[in-house]
């Protein structure tokens, strides 16, 4: 079961003063999810926006907002962020003690269940879950900041996530450090969801993101073929 390839920009590396333009530019440019980071300054060493922001966006986007929770804990803020709009959310293993009851809390919302590990959580934490979620994120840097490099023995990781997966309806999406250099490699361990901040927001407005949106399409896609 091939899964579509959607890329998902992480507007962390948007410009913060005019957000809800850069999230309409970037899905106009081609991108089908929009990737919310949300930083606590707790669970990582930084701190982002929240669900306000989150709610303020919705209106000037259709597309699929991929939400991306670092924050401990979750379960408290999940009914806020499937209130402020959000289709997917994704909590990490790390972030509490009841992951099962955090993924039944998001489905119950009616919303989409992800679940982040960072790069040094096993997979394992998943195995009794699998019935429980939609997407799998794995993190190929440690959380908290855009720009950082990809964490190349993540790649074996992913591979081992599709495994996991099966013909299971679930997303396999990476986070953090994904170019067009190395999209190709990402894709053909299994990944079909790549978040992509710093390689994307290159430039400014449809045309810019147009073409980076389209180079890491392509490269992803050369991966897949
Ligand atoms: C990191 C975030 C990422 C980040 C990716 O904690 O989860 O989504 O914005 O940024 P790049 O693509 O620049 O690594
Ligand atoms: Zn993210």
Redesign the pocket.
Known sequence: MTRPLLISP?I??ADFSRLGEEVRDVVDAGAEWV?L?VMDGHF?PNISFGPAIIKALRPWTKAVFDC?L?IAPADPYLGAFADAGCDIITVHAEAGPHLHRSLQTIRALGKKAGVSLNPATPLSVLEHVMDDLDLILIMS?N??????KYIPAMTDKIAKAKALIGNRPIDLEV????TADNAAEIAKAGANAL?????IFKGKGVDDYRKTVDTLRKAAEGGRA
């Open positions: 992480s962390l590396a990737h980071d990582v991306h670092m840097v959380p908290g900041f855009g720009g950082q986070d953090g450090g994904v978040v992509a901040g710093s390689a």
